[in-house]
């Protein structure tokens, strides 16, 4: 898995590379220092979590004397776990609480984020993650705003076998198609509800308005169990501005980073948890059925790191 990971993971490897490349030369000069800390910045890192870095590699080479690469690298590697917080809680939580009531059904997943960061693709690989668990699925089209939209779900649903409630005309309510799908996963004991929602990004109090409608409406039935939010790592900070929005609109449970085949920006991952202070669940590696995957930290470390 973290050798599909590194292999999907553009640029994977640009930190150990340049750390082996910088700490072969026979003088560490301040411009050497630059180009570590400038790679990574590329990563996404963010100032603060750089910051650290810098400091535990400047610690181990000049008080310690170590030039070992691998020791210098094993360094990065802790204090960059560290940074990403391995006892975050990543589950989803789907299933009744041991002792729960198991008539509580559907299990619901709100997905929100910025159109185009990839919600409607990783609603369809959710979807064939839980069937593939033996889980029934039910996906609602709850962006009624864009027929296209709720197309493409409906393509989604066909191709990993699970069916879609969408409304019958464009410009629907959303709250009603949401509630809709739950009241039908419920009267058909499905096991989780999956619920698409519009990423307009309108003004954030018609944001909150129309998030803060479309989850009483289901709460009305079911609790909602996880509220993902879907960023697009390739957007960097412009992207965590925008995810902003959507956190305080919903409350987020877990965080979805797509595209990460296509960017060499993993680092988001650190910038987001900490500004958004909900963790990275899972992660977009591809656009087939089969590139989602659970966020693994030690994995992620290693792959970065190269
Ligand atoms: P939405 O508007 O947020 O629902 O976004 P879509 O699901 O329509 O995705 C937008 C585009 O991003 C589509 O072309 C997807 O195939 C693509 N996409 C989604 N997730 C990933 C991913 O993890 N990796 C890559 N490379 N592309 C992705």
């Given at each position: 898995?973290?050798?599909?990971?590194?292999?999907?993971?553009?640029?994977?490897?640009?930190?150990?590379?340049?750390?082996?490349?910088?700490?072969?030369?026979?003088?560490?000069?301040?411009?050497?220092?630059?180009?570590?800390?400038?790679?990574?910045?590329?990563?996404?890192?963010?100032?603060?979590?750089?910051?650290?870095?810098?400091?535990?590699?400047?610690?181990?080479?000049?008080?310690?004397?170590?030039?070992?690469?691998?020791?210098?690298?094993?360094?990065?590697?802790?204090?960059?776990?560290?940074?990403?917080?391995?006892?975050?809680?990543?589950?989803?939580?789907?299933?009744?609480?041991?002792?729960?009531?198991?008539?509580?059904?559907?299990?619901?997943?709100?997905?929100?984020?910025?159109?185009?960061?990839?919600?409607?693709?990783?609603?369809?690989?959710?979807?064939?993650?839980?069937?593939?668990?033996?889980?029934?699925?039910l996906l609602g089209a709850a962006?009624?705003?864009?027929?296209?939209?709720?197309?493409?779900?409906?393509?989604?649903?066909?191709?990993?076998?699970?069916?879609v409630v969408r409304?019958?005309?464009?410009?629907?309510?959303?709250?009603?198609v949401a509630?809709d799908a739950v009241?039908?996963g419920?009267?058909?004991?499905?096991?989780?509800v999956i619920v698409d929602?519009?990423?307009?990004?309108?003004?954030?109090?018609?944001?909150?308005?129309?998030?803060?409608?479309?989850?009483?409406?289901?709460?009305?039935?079911?609790?909602?169990?996880?509220?993902?939010?879907?960023?697009?790592?390739?957007?960097?900070?412009?992207?965590?501005?925008?995810?902003?929005?959507?956190?305080?609109?919903?409350?987020?449970?877990?965080?979805?980073?797509?595209?990460?085949?296509?960017?060499?920006?993993?680092?988001?991952?650190?910038?987001?948890?900490?500004?958004?202070?909900?963790?990275?669940?899972?992660?977009?590696?591809?656009?087939?059925?089969?590139?989602?995957?659970?966020?693994?930290?030690?994995?992620?470390?290693?792959?970065?790191?190269?």
């Amino acid at each position: 898995r973290m050798q599909r990971l590194r292999a999907r993971l553009a640029g994977a490897g640009t930190i150990g590379a340049t750390l082996l490349g910088v700490l072969s030369r026979a003088d560490l000069q301040a411009a050497d220092w630059e180009e570590i800390e400038d790679t990574l910045l590329m990563a996404d890192l963010g100032v603060p979590a750089t910051e650290r870095l810098m400091g535990a590699l400047r610690t181990r080479v000049k008080v310690e004397g170590t030039r070992d690469p691998q020791a210098v690298r094993q360094i990065l590697a802790e204090e960059l776990l560290a940074l990403v917080d391995p006892a975050m809680d990543r589950a989803l939580h789907l299933d009744p609480a041991p002792g729960g009531d198991a008539r509580v059904r559907p299990a619901t997943v709100l997905m929100v984020g910025v159109n185009g960061t990839g919600k409607t693709t990783t609603a369809g690989k959710l979807a064939r993650v839980l069937v593939a668990e033996g889980k029934s699925v039910l996906l609602g089209a709850a962006d009624t705003f864009r027929a296209a939209a709720a197309d493409q779900l409906a393509t989604w649903g066909a191709r990993v076998g699970v069916d879609v409630v969408r409304a019958d005309r464009e410009g629907a309510d959303p709250a009603s198609v949401a509630f809709d799908a739950v009241r039908e996963g419920a009267e058909r004991g499905i096991d989780v509800v999956i619920v698409d929602t519009a990423g307009r990004l309108q003004t954030k109090t018609a944001l909150m308005d129309e998030l803060g409608k479309v989850k009483r409406v289901i709460e009305k039935q079911v609790p909602v169990s996880e509220v993902l939010l879907v960023l697009d790592a390739t957007t960097g900070q412009n992207g965590l501005r925008q995810a902003e929005v959507f956190a305080q609109a919903a409350d987020v449970t877990g965080i979805v980073l797509t595209k990460l085949d296509g960017s060499a920006k993993g680092g988001i991952v650190v910038s987001v948890q900490r500004e958004l202070g909900v963790p990275v669940k899972l992660v977009g590696l591809g656009e087939g059925p089969d590139d989602l995957s659970p966020f693994d930290p030690h994995d992620f470390v290693n792959a970065i790191i190269g």
